[in-house]
């Protein structure tokens, strides 16, 4: 590519650096970015799943990853990594980053790598085909398109420099401050940069001077470039026989900062790493003198900077070369922006008519329309439509577990609250506070060993010695009254429904081969219908394309146990309305079904 960024341009940003995203987004929405540049954050350390930023007036999240591999496999389209980390990390996020092979543009912010490492790096970049920025630098910016964390600073010097629109010069330099001072002068000048690249302070930078203005060179937005270089290294040079071999005709605009050197008895080196001369040849006299030898534009001193570009400036747009640039509506940023208290990603309803994870309510809820209760958990739960096969499983698994008899804890709580004479929501209530580890909790419980015990490939013989080290009855086997000769309904319901229209059924399957083994022991140790719906979700699951990954975080929330919650309230407000039918007085336990074991206290 000619240019480094594009108005379509997403990067991974490596590091929370929660100001430095925030002026991304901020520039985004001035420019009126179609899209945030800013696809995803990786921070190894955090526990969140995205962070909120403004974006104008709104709020949008950004996912976060816990490491670049996530972040690329999730954002497939995010072509530059913004390399935030640490001296001591950076080299390892860049080598990993490489690997990856879906960076085109990698920036380093760290100074202080050192130069062994660095140079390992960059040349392994250069075998890839990627354009290392950095380290040491505040990164690049294409005007109107794409900026890099804070460089240009805040909105207010963005817009006064001209940095929110694409001028004709293509700005090159070492430093990023001075890179900030020369747009401004490029601004009050010219009309502004193109494209402008900060490549770093340290001794081995990535890419170098000679890279980005041969890009410039056949880029046509660029017109004319500016380079700023300083005291120390052999860079110039080589921008120096490229305009000498002819491979750069566009005009070039040079200083070499460091030039005060020269009044200095001994050595000295400048901010930067690189900035130090080892030779006649790299100080900052020698390289302006020589490419003005050249015939590049060198002003006799930084002062004179200004009126060279305001020369070169005028000349071009005299040829006809340059063109005047109209200016575009800048938006301002809302001031007083408040975070949004309350996040919702499920359903909508500021519009004419509320949706369903974007889907309006009419498209769902009518019988014309052919959808289910499944199809409406599968939007509201999950965010996604469902086959058919899946939403149908989804009603069958409401439909078993709806209600169990009065006897249960949840139903004898709801029908003992019913009968104190409190509503429907309280006694429906006091029935859901029941289900969990011990009522209901089987389901989750059945999902998450039988899986584990799948994934790390034990047999059935070793998963049962596991649970047994474990101290744990297996979850979902067992049954006080059902057995091997005597079959749940329910459960050989839901086994025939998958042999029928499930892709495939791995998880059952295992545990099947489980319950030979349980029931050789004991006939009633099969599995029962909660073991039966928490393996056969997670089939479904896998059938439908989720990671293990997805599917353990959906066990571990408690969705499983969400299922039976669902069914189980249907059931759970038929008691409640039967006692309220039946008019029944408060409820009183019998004497004679309590074991009374009265001791008289001791006094002390």
Known sequence: MNSLFTKDTQAI????????????LDYDYVIQRKTPSVAAIVAPTSSNKFEKF??????IMVPVYKSTADAVKAHPSADVLLNFASFRTAYDVTMDALDLKQFRVIMITAEGIPERMARIMNHRARKEGV?????????????????VANIGGTIENIVNSKLHRPGSCGLVTRS???????????????DGISEGVAIGGDRYVGSVFIDHLLR??????????????????????????????????????????????????????????????????????????????????VPDSFNDLPATINQVYNDLRNKG???????????????????????????????????????PISSVATPDTGKSIGDVISLLWFKKVYPKWATDFIETVIKTVADHGPAVSGAHNAKVTARAGKSVVESLVTGLLTIGPRFGGAIDGAAKYFKYANDNEMTPAEFLSYMKKQGIPIPGIGHRIKSVRNPDKRVEGLKKYAAEYFPATPLLDYALEVEKLTTSKKDNLILNVDGTIGILMVDMWRALGYSEKEIDEFIESGTLNAFFIAGRTLGFIGHILDEKRLAMPMYRHPWDDILYDVQKAEEI
């Open 216 to 297: 410039m060179e056949k880029n046509p937005d660029v017109k004319y470039m500016i380079l700023l270089g300083e005291v120390g290294g052999v860079e110039e040079y080589k921008v120096i026989d490229a305009v000498k071999e002819g491979k750069i005709t566009k005009p070039i605009i040079a200083w070499c900062i460091g030039t005060i050197a020269k009044h200095f008895s001994s050595g000295v080196q400048f901010g930067h790493a690189g900035a130090s001369a080892n030779a006649a040849r790299e100080t900052a006299e020698a390289k302006n003198a020589a490419m003005r030898e050249a015939g590049i534009h």
């Open 13 to 24: 940003f490596w590091n929370n650096n929660k100001s430095a995203i925030q002026r991304m």
């Open 321 to 359: 070369i340059i063109s005047e640039i109209e200016e575009p509506v800048v938006p301002s940023i809302p001031k007083n922006r408040r975070p949004k208290n309350f996040i919702c990603t499920i359903s909508d309803d500021r519009g004419e008519e509320a949706t369903y994870a974007g889907y």
């Open 54 to 59: 403004f974006y104008g007036p709104d709020e």
């Open 131 to 147: 354009t290392i920025i950095g380290p040491a630098t505040v990164g690049a910016i294409a005007p109107g398109a794409f900026k």
């Open 176 to 190: 990023g401050g001075l890179f900030n001072e020369l747009s401004n002068i490029i601004a009050l000048n010219a």
